[in-house]
């Protein structure tokens, strides 16, 4: 299957466990020797109205996505465990 980054940012991503919305994808992490695809990226949500800037980023990796639809991605992850703060990710 192919798709385009422009495509999968119109896409939201959808917990299979609990069926929580946990918002569009903003970018991905991609292995540059192999272009593989790491893991997506979602941002969280905003802090009362998105004056306060928004919370922590759910970085979701590859192996956790189930499905990408027409227009939705359907993730099986617990959204608590992947949590990073803003601006940092896995490769730390």
Do not use: H
């Not at 593989?36 to 979602?42: D, E, H």
């Not at 949500?45 to 639809?69: E, H, N, S, T, V």
């Amino acid at each position: 299957m192919v798709i385009k980054m422009s495509e999968l940012r119109c896409k939201e991503v959808i917990c299979v466990g609990d069926g929580r919305r946990l918002g569009y994808v903003c970018n991905a992490e991609i292995e540059v020797p192999e272009g593989c695809v790491r893991s997506l990226i979602v941002p969280g949500p905003c802090r009362f109205f998105g004056l306060f800037g928004r919370k922590d980023d759910y970085i979701i990796p590859w192996c956790a996505i189930k499905r990408i639809g027409p227009d939705i991605i359907l993730v099986d992850v617990r959204p608590e465990e992947c949590c990073f703060p803003r601006g940092k990710g896995l490769w730390l």
